[in-house]
């Protein structure tokens, strides 16, 4: 049974910094891909940042240059580092971890609420 945990999330205001973990926990191939969603009140999840094992990196346009995806192989754990929040940084943020060959896999975490006041 795959789990992942994410820890980090809270309150914090405009241009501050946080920092979200998300731990796996079971049996998964190392060749994935880790990432982080987000999902606001009425609008649907979006990509944040994923970071493959190969050591691809990719950003949404509305973080790059504030957030840096960073991934532990050996912890099984990816990080997202939120550096300059903004009030539209608001939302629920999900960890993903996936693989899209054979085995192919794709869990979510329960999600952690990042909440930015202005």
């Known amino acids: 049974q795959v789990q992942l945990v994410e820890s980090g999330g809270g309150l914090v205001q405009a241009g501050e910094s946080l920092r979200l973990s998300c731990a796996v926990s079971?049996?998964?191939?190392?060749?994935?891909?880790m990432g982080w969603y987000r999902q606001a009140p009425g609008k649907e999840r979006d990509m944040v940042a994923t970071?493959?094992?190969?050591?691809?990196?990719n950003y949404a346009d509305s973080v790059k240059g504030r957030f840096i995806i960073s991934r532990d192989n050996a912890k099984k754990t990816v990080y997202l580092q939120m550096n300059s929040v903004k009030p539209e940084d608001t939302a629920v943020y999900y960890c993903?971890?996936?693989?899209?060959?054979?085995?192919?896999?794709?869990?979510w975490g329960q999600g952690t609420q990042v909440t930015v006041s202005s």
């Open positions: 993903n971890v996936r693989r899209d060959v054979f085995p192919t896999y794709n869990y």
């Open positions: 079971g049996s998964t191939f190392y060749t994935n891909v």
């Open positions: 970071h493959s094992s190969g050591g691809t990196t």
